[in-house]
């Protein structure tokens, strides 16, 4: 690995590497944060350096949408041809560390990958979106993790915090083998026993229900389901007198929205479609579009999209996708109508409908537990006749 930035990792592949001279050629990989207006995000790239002229062509180019298909990009006349390399570019970063190497044999620099690249660059994608710096993150995906020992090794070189690591952890799943990954911090039984707490505790009105087990273990389980929308948590539980402290184990990754595609039909209109990586539309995710004057609109997707009205005047500007039953609001995505006017973006999910209860206040009284949730107090009452016997 050479690049591992928020918007691209670069990889490359070092028996591709040729050497003739002041030349070399090598098979590079770029794998994108969010897909491009072909849909692509994945590119393999035969490349050439001149490495006198400070120059580089693309000898041919592959692109890779997520589903594994290929777009048909045409190439434009020059395309294949040597140009110049701008300085503070990702060209100039493949060009530097292509001419650095001298002897083939000998290491060629980086970061080896033990793990395939396109796990790998998700991993650093992630482990960016944390907040971990670009090296530690370009370190930490690179490999396969099949033991505690390798993983917490890793972790204590790239200086990971003690409160960062189960995020990291959970970041890296697709790398660690399971036998590898720590088990969570259990509160002794005789510990939660002790605080008085340990129950089933529910809540329920017209078309809500919704419950906390704090279970003997120091584990704990919650659910909510409202209309259509379902919640869940779980993981451990501590209690300091009347007070109660939930840590979710994993600790959720949050949903995002990002653009993908974007294309001009000839027929008009304008168009946004919201869509799972694998395509599938998404019902019910609210639109709000900002225009060149006046209000903006609000409406919500089908599963086919949301279509502006064809006797809408004026011209969109802006576009935000939020689901609120989730916390989830995108940026203002900006939109020029005249160059794009399908555009689709996709929801990766994550881990969609798991609560993070990290800094939920709640208390216990006798029978009754109070859960602050979004500015809301719900009452939940430990269910009749359960002695904490019964729990363990």
């Not at 990702?90 to 980086?110: D, M, N, S, W, Y």
């Not at 919201?274 to 209000?295: H, I, N, T, Y």
């Amino acid at each position: 690995m050479i690049v591992a930035s928020e918007e691209v990792v670069i990889t490359f592949e070092g028996k591709t590497v040729t050497m003739a001279k002041d030349k070399r050629t090598a098979r590079v990989n770029l794998y994108l944060a969010k897909a491009d207006e072909h849909g692509a995000v994945r590119y393999a790239v035969d490349v050439e350096e001149d490495c006198t002229r400070r120059m580089e062509r693309e000898v041919r180019s592959t692109a890779y949408r997520p589903d594994g298909t290929s777009p048909t990009i045409k190439a434009d006349p020059g395309d294949h041809a040597f140009k110049p390399v701008e300085k503070e570019s990702f060209p100039r970063v493949i060009l530097e560390h292509l001419c650095g190497i001298t002897q083939l044999e000998a290491p060629k620099g980086g970061i080896y990958l033990t793990a395939p690249g396109t796990t790998v660059a998700h991993g650093v994608f992630a482990l960016l979106a944390l907040g971990i710096e670009n090296e530690p993150a370009a370190q930490l995906a690179s490999k396969l993790y099949d033991d505690p020992e390798t993983l917490k090794s890793a972790l204590d070189e790239q200086k990971v915090k003690a409160e960062q690591r189960p995020a990291v952890i959970k970041a890296l799943d697709a790398q660690i083998a399971p036998e590898a990954k720590p088990p969570p911090p259990i509160v002794s039984l005789a510990s939660a026993v002790a605080s008085g707490h340990v129950g089933r505790y529910m809540h329920s009105e017209m078309e809500l229900a919704s419950g906390l087990w704090l279970k003997a273990d120091g584990t704990f389980e919650y659910f909510l389901t409202v209309g259509s929308l379902d919640e869940a948590a779980k993981g451990r539980w501590t209690a300091a007198g009347n007070r109660i402290t939930l840590i979710n184990d994993p600790v959720p990754v949050p949903p995002t929205i990002t653009q993908g595609e974007a294309r001009l039909d000839a027929a008009g209109g304008f168009r946004v479609k919201v869509a799972l990586p694998s395509g599938r539309g998404v019902q019910g995710v609210d639109v709000l579009v900002g225009f060149d004057r006046g209000e903006p609109a609000s409406d919500y997707t089908q599963t086919d999209g949301w279509a502006l009205a064809k006797d809408e005047k004026r011209e969109p500007r802006w576009v935000q996708l939020s689901m609120s039953s989730y916390g989830l609001t995108s940026p203002r995505f900006p939109i020029d109508a005249k160059k794009a006017n399908l555009i689709s973006y996709t929801l990766m999910p994550n881990d969609i409908g798991v609560v993070d209860l990290r800094n939920a206040p709640i208390t216990v009284k006798g029978d009754m537990l109070s859960l602050g949730r979004q500015g809301q107090t719900m009452l939940f009452k430990r269910r009749s006749g359960q002695t904490d016997e019964q729990e363990k």
